[in-house]
């Protein structure tokens, strides 16, 4: 069985711990976002879903690169770097969605007559 080092390890408990602080501030935002109009109100629930969804992976994350202290095997990094393979996936479903929806509003502000 093949064993990763301690930097390693060290490195990918480091951007577990990024990845739960992305999803924090995604909730942060979704939750602010939610005290706007219709629209922001829609997105916000978004966001914030999309926040508590990087959150839960990172925390499963943060849980594999803990083991690495016990078992440093290629298996048990493996599923840390799984786990922050997936929260990145969310974290640009949600930038994506963002971005479309600034998107959309920027697209309806340019199309109103202005008198």
């Known amino acids: 069985m093949h064993k990763i080092s301690e930097q390693t390890a ?5 951007h577990a711990y990024a990845s739960l602080k992305h999803g924090e501030i995604l909730e942060e935002i979704g939750k602010k976002l939610q005290k706007g109009d219709r ?12 926040g508590k969804m ?9 849980a594999s690169t803990e083991r690495l202290e016990e078992d440093n095997s290629t298996e048990v990094f493996l599923e840390s770097v799984q786990e922050h393979i997936n929260a990145s996936l969310t974290h640009i479903e949600a930038a994506k969605e963002f971005i479309s929806w600034v998107k959309d509003r920027v697209d309806e502000s340019s199309s109103t007559p202005k008198f």
């Open 10 to 14: 060290k490195a990918a408990q480091k």
């Open 39 to 50: 629209d922001e109100q829609e997105l916000g629930q978004h966001m914030e879903a999309y």
């Open 54 to 62: 990087i959150e839960n992976q990172a925390q499963q994350g943060i």
